[in-house]
């Protein structure tokens, strides 16, 4: 994978059917891998690992538990308007337009949708000379979080190396519902990938749930210790390497073994690793390897 925090989508159905239908709307796109496993909570649950424009994702098909909201959307940088009208087209069909399509102070060719599946897009012709990467996750913190978008954005550039704090729009006097000095866009890396980050104070029934989570390939049990120090603030949310930060957001902090062996592992070792994570809150490798080898 190119990119070493990846967002994770969370269907009732519809991984397999959704990663078809993104891949087969962004150019350079591909699913590089499909696992099924058995004896889950929500019974037989299936994994999706695919790449858009270069940029690791997956899906997973568990239940009916989480439906997408806008608290987390991906903006789609393009070079020219006919690739904006070309994306938004696929992408509002059987959808819902949250900004229409249209020219912005901020952009000349910008709109914002939820696709056929609920998940939200912004898809925007921008004024960069190279684009460096296309995908932009962007989170916006409403309701008990809003105004904390710079200090969660601070919080989360102390923990991931190669990360930086970078252009900060402000609201202004005058922009009510929004207060004056938070925060109206920033641009932040984490790992060297891009983000950003709003508040919006406007009235919304939504918040960041676990539809949409970050997953952080950790290297060792080192790493996977230190994100998750870090980042747990939610003890009855742990739960198989998923954690929930003092935001609500919610993170994924896993081993990059465990993917070979979701992968690559027959059957019999697939179900061992699975059965064993199951019990789990952090990941423990030396545990997981074990149960992998059936040592």
């Not at 699913?31 to 997973?60: C, R, W, Y």
């Not at 049990?221 to 390497?241: F, K, N, T």
Request: glycine share 8%; charged share 20%; aromatic share 12%.
């Amino acid at each position: 994978m190119t990119n070493r925090i990846r967002p994770h989508l969370w269907f009732d159905t519809e991984a397999r059917e959704a990663a078809g239908f993104y891949v087969e709307t962004f150019p350079a796109s591909r699913i590089t891998n499909i696992t099924t496993i058995h004896d889950t909570p929500s019974g037989d649950s299936e994994i999706v690992s695919f790449e858009l424009l270069g940029q690791g994702f997956m899906a997973i098909s568990a239940g009916p538990l989480f439906k997408f909201t806008p608290a987390v959307s991906f903006q789609v940088s393009c070079s020219t308007r006919d690739e904006v009208d070309q994306l938004w087209a696929r992408l509002a069909a059987g959808g819902q337009a949250l900004m229409p399509l249209d020219s912005y102070p901020f952009s000349d060719r910008f709109g914002w949708t939820s696709d056929r599946y609920g998940l939200s897009w912004q898809v925007m012709l921008t004024r960069e000379p190279e684009i460096s990467q296309r995908i932009t996750p962007t989170l916006m913190f409403v309701g008990d979080v809003c105004g904390r978008a710079q200090e969660a954005v601070d919080f989360y550039a102390s923990i991931f190396p190669a990360s930086a704090v970078g252009g900060m729009m402000r609201y202004g006097p005058g922009e009510e519902p929004d207060r004056a000095g938070t925060v109206k866009h920033c641009d932040f890396t984490l790992g060297g990938q891009r983000f950003a980050a709003m508040d919006s104070a406007g009235s919304h029934d939504f918040t960041f749930n676990e539809a949409i989570s970050f997953l952080v390939d950790c290297a060792d049990q080192a790493e996977i210790d230190r994100y998750w120090d870090a980042l747990s603030a939610v003890p009855e949310a742990e739960q198989c390497g998923w954690l929930k930060d003092r935001f609500g957001l919610t993170w994924q902090i896993v081993p990059t073994a465990m993917e070979d062996m979701m992968t690559n592992g027959s059957p019999e070792q697939i179900a061992r690793v699975t059965q064993a994570f199951l019990k789990m809150k952090k990941f423990d490798l030396a545990a997981l390897q074990s149960a992998y080898t059936g040592a």
